[in-house]
């Protein structure tokens, strides 16, 4: 800002209020999704959308919850778009809550995409156990790191000195010498 150009602390509370949009978005969705798939097995994005745009008679209740969120997340109706958006978000907590791939596929080989409370995600995959940290008080590890040339560096024989496969090739080029081989 001293140099007089704009204060970059405005686009950290512009990707924050953005955020915050998401996630509220995200979390009216989920709220409408498990209303309207209340056994659970999961709809799919494309199922999600005509249900948009062919509602039930009598419309429910959750209907237009569920069209504001979509429209607010994607911006149109698309359900590629929404399985894009539903990849981004899976498996994040919104409100306890999160959205998850169904363990069932459609009939069109379609990702099916369920409301699950969120405390499932920490059971379903532990984090990894982290190795064991070295005992400062051990000796360090033998061996040289390679630094001996125990492995040739170059393909080929380790027993000869040259590759007969390629050209060797001299280590000052146009007759150069080292610095201090010079002659004036």
């Known amino acids: 800002m001293f140099a007089g150009l704009p204060d970059p602390g405005e686009t950290r509370m512009a990707l924050q209020t953005s ?10 969705l ?4 498990e209303r309207a798939d209340p056994t659970r097995k999961g709809v ?7 249900t948009i745009r062919n509602p039930e008679v009598p419309v429910p209740d959750w209907h ?4 504001s969120a979509v429209e607010e997340l ?5 359900g590629r778009t929404l399985g894009y958006r539903f990849r981004h978000f899976a498996r994040r907590n919104f409100g306890g809550k999160m959205i ?22 920490a059971r379903a995959k532990p984090s ?9 008080t051990a000796p360090p590890p033998t061996g040289d790191a390679g630094d001996t040339g125990d492995v040739p560096a170059r393909p080929g024989n380790p027993e000869s000195d040259t590759d007969h496969r390629r050209p060797s090739r001299k280590r000052f080029g146009n007759n150069d ?8």
């Open 30 to 33: 989920i709220d409408a999704m």
């Open 44 to 50: 799919t994005t494309a199922e999600i959308i005509d």
């Open 19 to 28: 955020a915050d949009r998401d996630a509220i978005t995200m979390s009216a």
């Open 100 to 121: 998850d791939r169904a363990t069932s596929v459609s009939s069109t080989n379609s990702a099916r995409w369920v409301v699950r409370p969120a405390e499932l995600a």
């Open 177 to 184: 010498q080292p610095h201090g081989r010079r002659e004036s």
């Open 74 to 78: 994607v911006g149109k109706l698309d």
């Open 128 to 136: 990894p156990v982290s190795p064991a940290s070295p005992d400062p």
């Open 64 to 67: 237009a919850d569920l069209k």
